[in-house]
């Protein structure tokens, strides 16, 4: 029904069309609105269905942002632009890409996160693929309805752990289309070529299970075994179908999202937001911590407080920046701290899941310490004890950085690197403006959530927030462009160093340690370049390509919201 119209070079220049003027305009993907032109409405049959008035995408742009901004509430900002999006995808995404600034927080987090919780209640129509638990028997011929539309990239969740706000059981959906929109919005990724997948295995929110309006299945999650094997039934199905997708995780509970990532990252090309987009953007701030105050790796302490997915994730990486540095896995070690519901983590202590025992601290070190309670070594004694030099957070606990906690960082380095990354806002660990106040302005801040910007002492400090946006679409692009097998340590530190290499923090400290968000276009086109490379260089690509190709190849496979001219 829809052909493609190419020039010598490749460039799509104009689609051809059997459908009718009603289908045309049923698809969001082509549906041009009133830009139809005076040709295509003629050709297309079109007339009668739009107002006589031919517009430019431009003044289009105008009429939405004036609607945008008659909705003063940000969940009916986000119904309105999900409606959009629906009804003429190219203008939902061209608006996007001339406000940035104000979409980003809308379409993802912190909006996306209510628009989650009120998924049932809100709900207008169906977006995405729906795989439940009880229809298992089908999800191979529901994926195949897929598998020849050419999909590049699937972000997949179970809608276990959102955000910050817990299991919203199918209520997630919001979340995979959100992150979409965001690898779309930043990075250029073609929208006829995303899948958003929400698994249903039921869910243990029984504020959910309790309401007749809930839509997803209302039973409690599938567990153990019979998870496992619904995971690896999914995954099956999806090489099979889609054999050079890029596969998105995306908030799973804590200990699946860690062990299906270590499941399958060396059988095809995945990736998990949670764990590895925030690790990389925060040790991005390290590099940029290191290298902006002329410090050395060996001069810096750092500690996690809750040390969870996103918290250990984090560390990870970090660690890997310390090692990359040259210095040794055990010396880097002896630099970390994990903080979680029992104080330090110590290796005496039970129950030690996996994935914090690499950083437990062995208690013979801490006989020096000076404590009260040693079975429970708080944040704050770890921070005096430790002196530690860079905090960071993911706890979900509100204010948990007290004005001792700061003051003590303050008293340990000249410019301490503080991240208080726990989202939504309300559950921030520190407030930005009370961070500068306790630290005399001297603190690197990157927070999870936006904060406005805070005046001190006649200076005004732009908030960094450690926003995932500036690494998963470029490093997705990346991956696409070149066909990557896998996800590699070295594309991460790749990514990680290139947005590092943005950092106004560079340019004199006061400044903020990231880029501002409307830079995120150009920051992951660079990250998607150095990505790419960094697979050819480990032969992880299945394309080959000089430094100069990549580039090309990289700008080939970016998705412009321009309208292609429709003819018959
Ligand atoms: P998680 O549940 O896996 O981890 C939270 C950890 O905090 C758990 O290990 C928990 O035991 C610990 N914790 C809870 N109360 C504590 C207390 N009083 N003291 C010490 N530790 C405590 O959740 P997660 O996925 O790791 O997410 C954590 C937070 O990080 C969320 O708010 C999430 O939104 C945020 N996050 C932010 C970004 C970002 O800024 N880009 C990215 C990912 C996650």
Same mark, same amino acid.
């Given at each position: 029904?829809?052909?493609?119209?190419?020039?010598?070079?490749?460039?799509?220049?104009?689609? !051809?069309?059997?459908?009718?003027?009603?289908?045309?305009?049923?698809? &969001?993907?082509?549906?041009?609105?009133?830009?139809?032109?005076?040709?295509?409405?003629?050709?297309?049959?079109?007339? +009668?269905?739009?107002?006589?008035? $031919?517009?430019?995408?431009?003044?289009?742009?105008?009429?939405?942002?004036?609607?945008?901004?008659?909705?003063?509430?940000?969940?009916?900002? @986000?119904?309105?632009?999900?409606?959009?999006?629906?009804?003429? =995808?190219?203008?939902?995404?061209?608006?996007?890409?001339?406000?940035?600034?104000?979409?980003?927080?809308?379409?993802?987090? &912190?909006?996306?996160?209510?628009?989650?919780?009120?998924?049932?209640?809100?709900?207008?129509?169906?977006?995405?693929?729906?795989?439940?638990?009880?229809?298992?028997?089908?999800?191979?011929?529901?994926?195949?309805?897929?598998?020849?539309?050419?999909?590049?990239?699937?972000?997949?969740?179970?809608?276990?752990?959102?955000?910050?706000?817990?299991?919203?059981?199918?209520?997630?959906?919001?979340?995979? /289309?959100?992150?979409?929109?965001?690898?779309?919005?930043?990075?250029?990724?073609?929208?006829?070529?995303?899948?958003?997948?929400?698994?249903?295995? +039921?869910?243990?929110?029984?504020?959910?299970?309790?309401?007749?309006?809930?839509?997803?299945?209302?039973?409690?999650?599938?567990?153990?075994?019979?998870?496992?094997?619904?995971?690896?039934?999914?995954?099956?199905?999806?090489?099979?179908?889609?054999?050079?997708?890029?596969?998105?995780?995306?908030?799973?509970?804590?200990?699946?999202?860690?062990?299906?990532?270590?499941?399958?990252?060396?059988?095809?090309?995945?990736?998990?937001?949670?764990?590895?987009?925030?690790?990389?953007?925060?040790?991005?701030?390290?590099?940029?911590? %290191?290298?902006?105050?002329?410090?050395?790796?060996?001069?810096?302490?750092?500690?996690?407080?809750?040390?969870? =997915?996103?918290?250990?994730?984090?560390?990870?990486? /970090?660690?890997?920046?310390?090692?990359?540095?040259?210095?040794?896995?055990?010396?880097?070690?002896?630099?970390?701290?994990?903080?979680?519901?029992?104080?330090? $983590?110590?290796?005496?202590?039970?129950?030690?899941?996996?994935?914090?025992?690499?950083?437990?601290?062995?208690?013979? *070190?801490?006989?020096?310490?000076?404590?009260?309670?040693?079975?429970?070594?708080?944040?704050?004694?770890? $921070?005096?004890?430790?002196?530690?030099?860079?905090?960071?957070?993911? #706890?979900?606990? !509100?204010?948990?950085?007290?004005?001792? %906690?700061?003051?003590?960082?303050?008293?340990? =380095?000249?410019?301490?690197?503080?991240?208080?990354?726990?989202?939504?806002?309300?559950? #921030?660990?520190? *407030?930005?403006?009370?961070?500068?106040?306790?630290?005399?302005?001297?603190?690197?801040?990157?927070?999870?959530?936006?904060?406005?910007?805070?005046?001190?002492?006649?200076?005004?400090?732009?908030?960094?927030?450690?926003?995932?946006?500036?690494?998963?679409?470029?490093?997705?692009?990346?991956?696409?462009?070149?066909?990557?097998?896998?996800?590699?340590?070295?594309?991460?530190?790749?990514?990680?160093?290139?947005?590092?290499?943005?950092?106004?923090?560079?340019?004199?400290? +006061? @400044? &903020?340690?990231?880029?501002?968000?409307?830079?995120?276009?150009?920051?992951?086109?660079?990250?998607?370049?150095? %990505?790419?490379?960094?697979?050819?260089?480990?032969?992880?690509?299945?394309?080959?390509?000089?430094?100069?190709?990549?580039?090309?190849?990289?700008?080939? @496979?970016?998705?412009?919201?321009?309208?292609? &001219?429709?003819?018959?």
């Amino acid at each position: 029904m829809f052909t493609k119209v190419t020039d010598d070079s490749g460039q799509l220049t104009a689609i !051809r069309t059997s459908a009718t003027a009603r289908q045309i305009l049923d698809n &969001p993907l082509l549906n041009k609105g009133t830009a139809f032109t005076a040709e295509e409405r003629e050709a297309l049959g079109l007339h +009668g269905y739009l107002p006589q008035e $031919v517009e430019t995408m431009q003044s289009q742009v105008r009429r939405v942002y004036r609607q945008f901004k008659e909705k003063t509430d940000p969940i009916d900002q @986000n119904i309105f632009l999900y409606g959009l999006h629906d009804f003429n =995808t190219t203008l939902f995404y061209r608006f996007c890409a001339e406000h940035v600034d104000e979409v980003l927080p809308i379409v993802y987090t &912190p909006t996306v996160g209510d628009a989650v919780e009120k998924y049932s209640t809100e709900f207008r129509r169906p977006s995405g693929v729906y795989l439940s638990y009880e229809h298992r028997d089908r999800m191979d011929d529901i994926l195949g309805r897929y598998s020849d539309k050419g999909k590049d990239l699937i972000i997949v969740t179970d809608g276990e752990a959102v955000l910050g706000i817990g299991d919203w059981g199918i209520g997630g959906m919001d979340i995979s /289309i959100g992150k979409l929109m965001v690898y779309i919005i930043c990075a250029g990724i073609d929208p006829a070529r995303v899948l958003p997948i929400q698994l249903d295995v +039921g869910t243990n929110n029984q504020q959910l299970l309790d309401d007749p309006m809930y839509l997803g299945a209302p039973h409690k999650r599938i567990s153990g075994e019979d998870y496992d094997a619904f995971i690896d039934q999914f995954v099956t199905s999806v090489e099979k179908h889609f054999p050079n997708v890029y596969l998105h995780w995306e908030d799973f509970g804590r200990d699946h999202a860690r062990s299906i990532l270590e499941r399958y990252r060396e059988q095809l090309c995945t990736f998990n937001d949670d764990m590895q987009s925030t690790g990389i953007v925060a040790t991005a701030n390290v590099i940029s911590t %290191v290298e902006a105050t002329k410090t050395q790796y060996a001069d810096h302490r750092v500690v996690m407080f809750g040390a969870g =997915t996103a918290g250990c994730g984090i560390m990870d990486q /970090i660690l890997d920046a310390f090692v990359d540095s040259g210095m040794s896995r055990e010396d880097a070690l002896s630099r970390f701290y994990i903080i979680d519901r029992y104080g330090l $983590v110590v290796d005496d202590m039970d129950g030690i899941p996996d994935f914090q025992q690499p950083y437990a601290r062995k208690r013979s *070190e801490l006989a020096q310490w000076d404590v009260s309670d040693p079975s429970n070594i708080s944040l704050e004694e770890v $921070v005096a004890n430790a002196k530690a030099t860079i905090l960071i957070g993911c #706890s979900t606990v !509100r204010g948990a950085f007290t004005r001792k %906690v700061i003051e003590t960082m303050a008293k340990n =380095t000249e410019y301490p690197a503080i991240m208080p990354l726990s989202n939504p806002t309300s559950l #921030s660990e520190a *407030e930005p403006k009370d961070i500068i106040a306790l630290t005399e302005g001297k603190a690197i801040i990157a927070a999870g959530s936006p904060f406005a910007p805070v005046s001190y002492r006649g200076h005004t400090y732009e908030i960094s927030q450690g926003n995932n946006a500036f690494i998963f679409p470029g490093l997705g692009l990346g991956a696409i462009s070149v066909k990557a097998k896998r996800v590699s340590d070295g594309m991460i530190r790749a990514a990680s160093k290139t947005l590092s290499s943005f950092s106004p923090l560079r340019k004199g400290t +006061g @400044n &903020p340690v990231l880029p501002p968000i409307h830079n995120a276009n150009q920051v992951s086109e660079q990250v998607a370049i150095a %990505v790419a490379r960094q697979a050819i260089a480990e032969g992880l690509s299945a394309i080959n390509a000089t430094d100069d190709q990549v580039e090309q190849l990289v700008a080939a @496979n970016r998705w412009l919201p321009n309208y292609v &001219p429709l003819t018959r």
